[in-house]
């Protein structure tokens, strides 16, 4: 596998791969929060990798991924509880200072949306889905939030429903489900821990009562053979859901799956249904090795990449997770409503 500006090289056939799932912090005082205390990784001797915009470009050039989606998820549901040890014993004041610190975790959002999008906007092989919580929001500010994204260049959104710590049928995600499913948007959805079902609890829900749309569900890591399956059956059941291989990838490179049940998990969710992502900066942190410690901070990274160039699947199937699911997923929404390669969606941008 040789990487280049253009694409990959996969044997003898170069495809273009574009990462649909990479978290970047504004700075590295973001990023060392986002890893000490969010993640729980500490460097403890690693290579420092604070997920900066500089680190993610470094990334696409030297591995020779075409384009990199930026998933803006904000820890707002983390962040809204734990200012809830702040608040005043006072009840006279409660309600205000809670009002306020809503008001601050919702500008937090925004600020973090609008940083992307000035990213997205300044890099041409970036793009990115604008973070949203329908718990702090209210539902106006939501909508409000959502239609500012798409005039500045959002090509999708993002919840998580677990830090959020609502399911997935929530009535106060309604509002987001309609504006998505009316404009053709994709979603995606970071889920949590658990096992089969209750991995995503009240997906199926939301999917009978919104079956136009498109979700891309992000696999958790250590997601164990039940959950896995779970996941791949709502993709056989409704046409707009789609996985993502991060986690995946990350287990079989580790061992837990082999290259032929990755195979065998893809073509059960049929390779329409998935789209390739590293996870990076978080890949390297939570899947690191006690040999990474003497190696890039690109290790999993350049992991996961290894796995998409040598699972054994057609070259069509393998083209359509590297980018063409991705592509068609974001264009689906656009006003050219055609499926364009990486290249040519960065000479649009």
Not at 108 to 131: C, E, K, M, P, Q
Request: with cysteine; net charge negative.
């Amino acid at each position: 596998m040789r990487g280049n500006e253009a694409g990959l090289m996969f044997g003898n056939s170069e495809i273009e791969v574009v990462d649909a799932h990479t978290h970047i912090q504004r700075d590295d005082t973001h990023g060392e929060e986002a890893r000490d205390f969010l993640l729980g990784r500490e460097a403890a001797g690693f290579p420092a990798v604070n997920g900066t915009v500089d680190d993610l470009i470094e990334m696409r050039l030297k591995t020779g991924v075409a384009h990199a989606n930026l998933v803006m998820f904000t820890w707002s549901g983390t962040y809204y509880r734990h200012g809830q040890y702040v608040l005043p014993d006072d009840p006279a004041e409660m309600d205000e200072a809670e009002q306020g610190l809503r008001a601050r975790v919702v500008r937090r959002i925004v600020d973090n949306n609008h940083w992307a999008a000035r990213v997205a906007s300044t890099n041409d092989r970036l793009s990115y889905f604008a973070g949203v919580d329908p718990i702090v929001m209210s539902q106006d500010l939501l909508v409000t939030e959502m239609e500012n994204q798409l005039a500045i260049g959002a090509a999708g959104f993002v919840i998580s429903p677990p830090d959020m710590r609502i399911r997935s049928d929530h009535s106060l995600l309604h509002a987001m489900y309609d504006f998505l499913q009316e404009r053709g948007l994709p979603l995606f959805v970071e889920v949590g821990c658990g096992t089969g079902a209750t991995q995503i609890p009240g997906i199926d829900a939301a999917l009978r009562s919104f079956p136009r749309l498109r979700l891309v569900l992000t696999v958790p890591p250590g997601a164990n053979d039940a959950t896995t399956h779970y996941m791949a059956h709502l993709a056989t059941q409704h046409d707009g859901v789609h996985l993502d291989t991060t986690s995946l990838f990350a287990h079989v490179s580790a061992g837990m799956v082999t290259p032929e049940q990755m195979v065998d998990l893809i073509r059960d969710a049929g390779a329409d249904h998935w789209v390739y992502g590293s996870g990076f900066s978080f890949c390297e942190l939570l899947h690191r090795r006690p040999e990474d410690r003497l190696v890039s901070k690109l290790a999993q990274t350049r992991r996961a990449l290894k796995i998409l160039a040598t699972l054994p699947l057609t070259e069509s199937e393998r083209e359509r997770i590297a980018s063409r699911n991705f592509l068609e997923l974001i264009d689906a929404a656009s006003p050219m409503g055609e499926a364009r390669s990486a290249s040519a969606l960065s000479e649009v941008r």
